[in-house]
């Protein structure tokens, strides 16, 4: 089941879903991209991630799944033109990723 593949992934990166997720940055929230490529999901990048002021800050191998998800609706940023992909992720943040993505992927 891909929610608890992903629950699985959040747990395993830092301390869980109840508070601050330790190491779950912006960026790294979007692993999801190769189980919708592998479910025959669209999943072409458009250049998405330059309408953020700081999109440089994001990591290379990291592009082409924000790209992704800010063209796929899965994520907007933080406001005022700010992605902050290499800040640290809130639960709420987290949660409304997975919640997003599966809604997407169904």
């Not at 072409?44 to 290379?60: E, M």
């Amino acid at each position: 089941d891909l929610v608890k593949i992903l629950i699985t992934k959040i747990i395993a990166l830092g301390k869980g879903i109840l508070g601050m997720v330790k190491f779950w940055t912006v960026e790294s929230g979007y692993h999801p991209l190769p189980f919708a490529k592998a479910k025959g999901h669209d999943t072409s990048a458009a250049d998405h991630i330059t309408q953020f002021t700081d999109c440089l800050d994001a990591s290379d191998w990291s592009v082409d799944a924000l790209n992704w998800a800010i063209g796929s609706k899965l994520m907007s940023g933080k406001g005022n033109g700010i992605l902050d992909p290499d800040g640290n992720a809130t639960r709420a943040e987290v949660a409304a990723m997975i919640e997003r993505f599966c809604s997407h992927i169904n």
